[in-house]
């Protein structure tokens, strides 16, 4: 089994800063990607930043710029950096693991438990 624990969210004004970090641990294959995603209230999950194993990365329009996603792979970590924080990015954030096993077998995903980001104007 997986899992992911994050941390690192709270409470900040506009313009202001949070890191948060979530820390995988158990069966972690080497073929995976990580991702942050975002749920606000009354909307869907949204998809905010992906990693993958060779630290390739991708971001939603609305962040880039701003955040910066990053990881530890000898510590199963991944971190997201939020500058130039605004309202609108207030919301739960999720960290997601994508792996599989090998080439040959499914993609699975694993979800931590999220982390209220709140951004006052």
């Known amino acids: 089994q997986v899992q ?7 409470l ?6 949070l890191r948060l970090s979530c820390a995988a641990s158990g ?13 606000a209230p009354g909307k869907q999950r ?9 630290s390739t990365t991708d971001y939603a329009d609305s962040v880039k710029g701003r955040f910066t996603i990053s990881r ?6 991944v ?10 990015d207030t919301a ?16 699975r995903d694993y979800w931590g438990q999220g982390t209220q980001v709140t951004v006052s104007s």
């Open 4 to 10: 992911l624990v994050e941390s690192g969210g709270g």
């Open 12 to 17: 900040v004004q506009t313009g202001g800063s």
């Open 27 to 39: 069966s972690i294959s080497s073929i995976n990607t990580m991702a942050w995603y975002r749920q």
């Open 46 to 54: 949204e998809l905010v930043a992906t990693i993958t194993q060779g």
């Open 72 to 77: 530890d792979n000898a510590k199963n970590t």
């Open 79 to 88: 971190y997201l950096q939020m500058n130039s924080l605004k309202p609108d």
């Open 92 to 107: 739960v954030y999720y960290c997601n693991l994508k792996q599989r096993r090998n080439m040959f077998s499914s993609f």
